[in-house]
């Protein structure tokens, strides 16, 4: 399968199973919004740049914490439709490490296409609540208003962007298996 291919296929599983997929996308995003907002606090006015870098790659590992175990609980969604919460970070890790492995050019397709409407949901409202300098380097004590606005903004782009690359993952992962005859994709 092409990289196009897995982009439109994923889109189209999206939309099919939207309601569930969105659902557990959005309870992952609130169950990771918790250590996001606590390690935030962990330095709200503290304005050391080191310290916002070793907030960010905590926030990173929390992040892809719930990438693959979103990406896990929906590893049978082509397939039955069905999301299966049980051990889904087991599987969402193996399904991601073999897509990797199929189609490196599909993975970074899934994480940029996200990452590029990540961008475009938080970056203005967080721009527009905290300021440039804020989004760019340490929070250095901002408004709770501002505070609450950007992490709104987080919230909801990643209950819409985590599936999008979870589906991804899946069909990538999927097409591996189903070129070694093992499956379905």
């Given at each position: 399968m092409t990289v196009g291919g897995i982009v439109r296929d994923s889109l189209a599983l999206l939309r099919r199973h939207a309601g569930r997929v969105y659902a557990v996308s959005l309870a992952v995003t609130l169950v990771n919004t918790?250590?996001?907002?606590?390690?935030?606090?962990?330095?709200?006015?503290?304005?050391?740049?080191?310290?916002?870098?070793?907030?960010?790659?905590?926030?990173?590992g929390t992040g892809l914490v719930a990438q693959l175990w979103l990406t896990?609980?929906?590893?049978?969604?082509?397939g039955t439709g069905r999301v299966r919460p049980g051990g889904a970070l087991g599987r969402g890790t193996a399904t991601a490490l073999r897509a990797v492995r199929t189609s490196p050019a599909a993975v970074l397709a899934g994480v940029v296409l996200g990452g590029a409407v990540s961008a475009l949901l938080t970056v203005p409202a967080s721009?527009?609540?905290?300021?440039?300098?804020?989004?760019?380097?340490?929070?250095?004590?901002?408004?709770?208003?501002g505070f609450a606005v950007a992490t709104v903004s987080d919230v909801v782009a990643s209950a819409v962007?985590?599936?999008?690359?979870?589906?991804?993952?899946?069909?990538?992962?999927?097409?591996?298996?189903?070129?070694?005859?093992?499956g379905r994709a």
């Amino acid at each position: 399968m092409t990289v196009g291919g897995i982009v439109r296929d994923s889109l189209a599983l999206l939309r099919r199973h939207a309601g569930r997929v969105y659902a557990v996308s959005l309870a992952v995003t609130l169950v990771n919004t918790v250590p996001d907002v606590l390690r935030q606090l962990l330095v709200y006015r503290d304005p050391s740049l080191g310290h916002a870098l070793l907030v960010d790659v905590v926030g990173f590992g929390t992040g892809l914490v719930a990438q693959l175990w979103l990406t896990g609980a929906l590893t049978e969604l082509p397939g039955t439709g069905r999301v299966r919460p049980g051990g889904a970070l087991g599987r969402g890790t193996a399904t991601a490490l073999r897509a990797v492995r199929t189609s490196p050019a599909a993975v970074l397709a899934g994480v940029v296409l996200g990452g590029a409407v990540s961008a475009l949901l938080t970056v203005p409202a967080s721009v527009a609540a905290l300021g440039l300098g804020q989004v760019i380097g340490p929070l250095d004590a901002p408004s709770a208003g501002g505070f609450a606005v950007a992490t709104v903004s987080d919230v909801v782009a990643s209950a819409v962007t985590l599936p999008f690359l979870a589906v991804v993952l899946v069909l990538t992962a999927g097409s591996a298996r189903q070129f070694a005859g093992k499956g379905r994709a």
